[in-house]
């Protein structure tokens, strides 16, 4: 559905100036301050931040404060706030800024995007609100208002979806940039809500809202679940004879399709195991070294990886594509997955 989105600005801002909370972060310019709600408000309900807000503030005034208190002491403000990495990181953050000789957080949002704990959502918060940069601030708030304007069915855990509404909503942010920040949260908060119906007889935007239209709202937004990864356990045998290494090319459809590999068990043996295994296969051994254990972990699998290292006798029976070190580093692709036993060879 194609809407004229730049229809929002004016009745969103309207509605925004009557309805909006009185809210103790909206006092203030100083982005220190935005910086420190923003950052507690990621994973914090609003009337819990708004005590936590005050007496970090009241301890921590300024981002040279912030870079000389302890951590202990930091860690102590926030205690009850949770997701403690969140203080860590503002900690680091300060002291990065500090050490360079900055006086405030940057104005510009792909350095912020860089700084400890700053993603791309802190990052265009605080520079819309702080900075008047046109950075819209992609949230869950925001996202469902606008998965239900446009009834757009597609996963909002999806970075292409975030980043098409963030470019939407660039190319219509009137100057007042902090408004309109501000009302889109507020909008997600007080009216398209999450939980049950959304209020949407006083919502300024329900004459431009394709699932008010339709009375779709409660199916938006779409939230695929992520689906438990399943758990590979696998057995990597590296087998060398005559200074060459064997390898098997994977089937050219499914997991890793085309790529080289080396010959493996779906299950992690130990080393009297595998000894009895290569006794059946009659591959017999002239030695052989147990690897490190490796993880690799793919979308929707986890591999679980034990390797061995065999200097075969005599030439194991089944067919293998035989090839030199050198060769396997420049001329076959093995899975990144693999890796790992493929780097230890040449040590
Ligand atoms: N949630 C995240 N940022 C917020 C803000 N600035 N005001 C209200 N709620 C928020």
């Known amino acids: ?10 009745p969103l801002l309207k509605w925004f100036q009557k309805e909006k909370r009185d809210l103790p972060w909206r006092k203030t310019n100083d982005s220190y301050r935005i910086w420190i709600s923003e950052i507690m408000l990621q994973q914090t309900r609003v009337e819990a931040v708004k005590e936590y807000y005050k007496r970090f503030l009241d301890e921590l005034p300024t981002l040279k404060e912030l870079a000389m208190v302890e951590e202990d002491q930091l860690l102590k403000l926030w205690q009850g706030l949770g997701y403690y990495s969140r203080a860590r990181n ?10 360079q000789g900055k006086t405030e957080l940057p104005r510009d949002y792909e350095k912020l995007k860089k700084l400890p704990g700053i993603g791309p959502y802190a990052a265009a918060s605080i520079g819309s609100i702080a900075y008047q940069l046109k950075t819209p601030a992609i949230d869950g708030n925001v996202l469902r208002v606008m998965t239900r304007i446009h009834e757009d069915s597609r996963d909002i855990m999806k970075q292409k979806v975030r980043e098409e509404y963030f470019l939407k909503l660039s190319k219509i942010m009137p100057n007042n940039t902090r408004d309109f920040t501000e009302s889109l949260m507020e909008l997600g908060a007080l009216i398209c809500l999450p939980n049950g119906f959304p209020l949407c007889q006083s919502c300024p935007l329900s004459f431009i809202c394709q699932s008010y239209k339709n009375q779709t709202m409660l199916q938006y937004p779409v939230k695929k679940k992520i689906e438990k990864r399943k758990r590979e356990e696998k057995t990597i045998l590296i087998l060398e004879y005559k200074d060459k290494i064997a390898i098997q090319k994977r089937p050219d459809n499914g997991l890793l399709a085309s790529l080289y590999e080396f010959e493996s068990i779906n299950e992690k043996l130990s ?9 059946q296969k009659k ?20 591999w679980h990886m034990v390797g061995y290292h065999i200097i075969c006798k005599i030439l194991p029976e089944k067919e293998y594509l035989w090839v030199t070190k050198e060769e396997l580093e420049t001329k076959y692709s093995l899975p990144t997955a693999i890796m790992i036993y493929a780097k230890d060879l040449k040590k």
Not at 292 to 299: D, G
């Open 1 to 10: 559905m194609n809407i004229d989105l730049e229809q929002i600005v004016k």
């Open 271 to 279: 080393l009297e195991e595998l000894k009895k295994y290569l006794n």
């Open 90 to 99: 503002l900690h680091k953050c300060a002291k990065i800024l500090i050490e």
């Open 283 to 302: 591959i017999k051994i002239m030695n052989i070294k147990q690897l490190k254990e490796a993880k690799h972990i793919f979308s929707h699998l986890e």
